[in-house]
């Protein structure tokens, strides 16, 4: 070791860079933090205590320091010949080395130089609870399939408890099942077991941690469902969450390894609190989604059988409308023209919720062809002609002087353009709509402009919810699924373009619709 005539302060505490005397190595023994001593070559001259339980190991003078590391090494070699060459502090996050089953511990270490040489005071991260419990809440946020939620949850729990395998297992018809795994554990994933006897039956019932030295000896009905399975120590943590047991989290080691320390125990002890409530929650979504889905084909059977008949109404209308069946007075095609408004209005609302339903299905697809834009506005116009005339509003439409080609597809383009316009016209009682095509390098916009009621701008957040109206309510004077705005969105979406929405409460509302001059295939 090389002696140096002055010493650096550590919190408070003064660490000579000398030999250290024997009782000056018990005093840094007792220290909650790691002390290390570099030379100038970045090797080992001491170590304390504390360094040599986080590495599971004695750490002999001469050791060279990125022996120690998991990763980083590179980039920590050059911050501490940085330290060496410039006299800075400095704060390192480092990644140690475990022992043989223990994974990499994560540790904070301030670096001073001392004389020719280093020392670094480290502590164990957040008390590296702090650093898992981030981790674990971080990755489980960021799935909500619940296949996927069990797999990240093995994985988080085979890395955290330095295990070599994990699985989760719930009880299925008075049976054990394995309904995820990773590592060791992974070849009894899918099978079941007798759940008497069980160290899983033994964990709900009791709703405690419970453990098995060597699992691969214990005869345990897991054991032998599988018998290829090599495991030494294992331990199983109840997942419970709002009063009900979801199952339980299991961790593993291969035979002949360390059995499971306290640390560790209970850090699946937190995982498996985290986890249920992980599990809980998509167990929720997957019930709502279910419902969901049954709500649309509900809706897509009742929209089926109810179109039939409207169209054969729609139909017997047209004859007696025609005459072709017999004279009909004035009054009586006044009566018929009435039911006729009304038959297209429930045929239209059918449509929507149709349209509703393939797109949250995903059956819609797009069909682009090539067309000019004038025509999509002049037959989305058309639709809405008769509503304009029986309102006496006005509507305007200002066409380029060139005409624009686009290649997309028209149905679709067409009943975006007639939902925004009917939305218009319902919720405009003076003045107009104004229709203004405009066209950039790629894209066209479309921007559609009312006179009527506005919306208000806290109204604008769900303006394009599913269901959702403005004046909602018993109330509400404006009849419609809710629907139109939504469905426009999504099939905007679904052309590779968007809708945006300027509104004023009292004065009016621009619907902007921009599409690409051609669809790529991507949304």
């Not at 316009?421 to 790629?442: H, Q």
């Amino acid at each position: 070791m090389n002696a140096v005539g002055r010493e650096t302060p550590t919190r408070g505490l003064s660490v000579p860079v000398q030999p250290i005397e024997r009782d000056a190595a018990h005093l840094l023994d007792a220290l909650e933090a790691g002390v290390l001593i570099l030379s100038r070559d970045l090797r080992i001259e001491y170590a304390n205590a504390r360094w040599a339980r986080w590495l599971e190991l004695a750490v002999g003078p001469g050791t060279s320091f990125a022996s120690l590391l998991h990763e980083n090494v590179a980039f920590v070699q050059d911050e501490l010949r940085a330290a060496l060459a410039d006299g800075e502090a400095r704060t390192l996050h480092l990644n140690l080395l475990g022992g043989r089953d223990s994974a990499p511990r994560r540790v904070s270490c301030c670096v001073r130089v001392a004389g020719d040489g280093l020392v670094l005071e480290a502590h164990a991260d957040a008390d590296d609870e702090r650093v898992a419990l981030h981790d674990t809440a971080r990755r489980l946020a960021e799935v909500t399939d619940m296949a996927e939620v069990l797999r990240t949850l093995c994985d988080i729990a085979t890395n955290q408890c330095g295990a070599s395998g994990a699985a989760v297992l719930r009880v299925v018809d008075h049976q054990g099942e394995v309904v995820a795994a990773a590592g060791d554990l992974l070849p009894a994933q899918g099978r079941c077991f007798d759940l008497d006897g069980s160290l899983l039956e033994k964990a709900i019932t009791e709703q405690v941690i419970v453990s098995e030295s060597q699992f691969r000896d214990s005869g345990r009905p897991l054991m032998r469902a599988v018998p290829q399975l090599a495991l030494g120590p294992v331990i199983l943590a109840p997942l419970h969450a709002h009063g009900e047991t979801l199952g339980v989290l299991a961790v593993a080691r291969g035979v002949g390894a360390k059995p499971f320390r306290a640390r560790e125990i209970d850090r699946l002890r937190m995982l498996a609190d985290h986890a249920a409530l992980a599990v809980h929650k998509s167990m929720l979504l997957m019930q709502a989604q279910s419902a969901d889905r049954a709500k649309g084909r509900f809706l897509a059977t009742m929209s089926h059988e109810l179109r039939t008949p409207l169209t054969a109404l729609a139909g017997y209308n047209e004859l007696l409308c025609d005459q072709v069946i017999g004279p009909v007075s004035d009054p009586q095609l006044d009566i018929l023209e009435r039911m006729r408004s009304v038959t297209m209005h429930l045929s239209a609302m059918i449509e929507e919720i149709l349209s509703f339903t393939n797109l949250e299905e995903g059956r819609e697809l797009v069909r682009p062809s090539e067309f000019l834009v004038a025509d999509l506005v002049r037959a989305s116009i058309a639709v809405v002609q008769p509503m304009a005339d029986q309102k006496k509003l006005s509507l305007d439409v200002v066409l380029p002087k060139s005409p624009i080609r686009i290649t997309s597809d028209i149905d679709k383009s067409r009943q975006i353009l007639v939902n925004l316009l009917g939305n218009a016209l319902k919720f405009t009682d003076t003045g107009g709509v104004r229709v203004v095509v405009s066209k950039t390098a790629s894209d066209i916009r479309i921007d559609v402009t009312d006179t009527g009621i506005g919306i208000a701008e806290e109204e604008l957040t769900r303006l394009f919810r599913p269901f959702a109206q403005v004046d909602a309510g018993l109330t509400r004077r404006h009849g419609g699924t809710g629907l139109g705005l939504y469905i426009s969105r999504r099939l905007v979406t679904l052309l590779g373009g968007h809708i945006q929405v300027n509104s004023k409460q009292g004065v009016g509302s621009t619907f902007s619709v921009v599409l690409p001059l051609a669809w790529d295939g991507r949304n």
